[in-house]
């Protein structure tokens, strides 16, 4: 069992930067695949962006490439999204989640254990 904590969440201006953490208690992150996902209000949850099991390859949304960086620091037991460049269209509640011992994956059914997410807003 893995259990999942966001934070970094908050109210940025357009432009800005935040930093999402996903501290991990359970079992280590070092043999867990994981994304990042958002859901805005009235819309579906997304992909945002995904590390593989073994941390050597990232994948993002077309909509966040450039301004996004997925990372972990496996002895803290932390996952990090960095996010430049923030959009109002950002905004969101962003979720992370992890599977075992995967490459990357874009899917929500493709994960087994999610946080409860934190909330990002971008003003304009």
């Known amino acids: 069992q893995v259990q999942l904590v966001e934070s970094g969440g908050g109210l940025v201006q357009a432009g800005g930067s935040l930093r999402l953490s996903c501290a991990a208690s359970?079992?280590?992150?070092?043999?867990?695949?994981m994304g990042w996902f958002r859901q805005a209000p009235g819309k579906e949850r997304e992909f945002v962006a995904a590390?593989?099991?073994?941390?050597?390859?990232?994948y993002y949304a077309d909509s966040v490439k450039g301004r996004f960086t997925i990372s972990r620091d496996i002895a803290n037991n932390t996952a990090y999204l960095q996010m430049n460049s923030l959009k109002p269209e950002d905004t969101a509640v962003y979720y992370c989640?992890?599977?075992?011992?995967?490459?990357?994956?874009?899917?929500?059914?493709?994960?087994?254990?999610w946080g409860q997410g934190t909330q990002v807003t971008v003003s304009s």
């Open positions: 989640a992890v599977r075992y011992l995967v490459g990357i994956r874009l899917f929500q059914d493709d994960y087994d254990y």
């Open positions: 359970g079992r280590t992150f070092s043999s867990y695949a």
């Open positions: 590390l593989n099991w073994s941390g050597g390859n990232t």
